[in-house]
């Protein structure tokens, strides 16, 4: 029993890095293209940068606020994003918002 536990929390961290790392691929991707890759749970979604009015930070999680209204959470946090979105596009006008200038 113990070693079904211990195989899945593995299972489980393999899962989370694989995530991760195709995750940064493609930011690093897209930071040409002007879109950034947005994760929550199962789904990632390319958002292009001019569409994003703000990021606001929630938590562990951060919220993009786009033109259209709608409102698109991630499960990571805003730092991450400070460092991905592009500094002549995006400032980080308090520690819990980016805002696009």
């Not at 009015?53 to 259209?68: E, Q, R, Y």
């Not at 499960?75 to 400070?82: A, C, D, I």
Request: charged letters at 20%; proline letters at 1%.
């Amino acid at each position: 029993a113990i070693y079904k536990v211990i195989k899945r929390r593995e299972m489980e961290r393999s899962y989370q890095n694989h995530k991760i790392n195709s995750i940064n691929i493609l930011n690093s991707a897209s930071q040409s293209n002007d879109y950034v890759a947005v994760a929550f749970l199962e789904k990632i979604e390319l958002i292009p940068t001019a569409d994003i009015i703000f990021c606001k930070a929630d938590g562990k999680h951060t919220v993009f606020v786009l033109l259209n209204g709608t409102k698109v959470m991630s499960s990571r946090n805003l730092g991450e994003y400070s460092t991905i979105l592009d500094h002549n596009y995006f400032f980080r006008i308090h520690h819990s918002y980016i805002i696009n200038l």
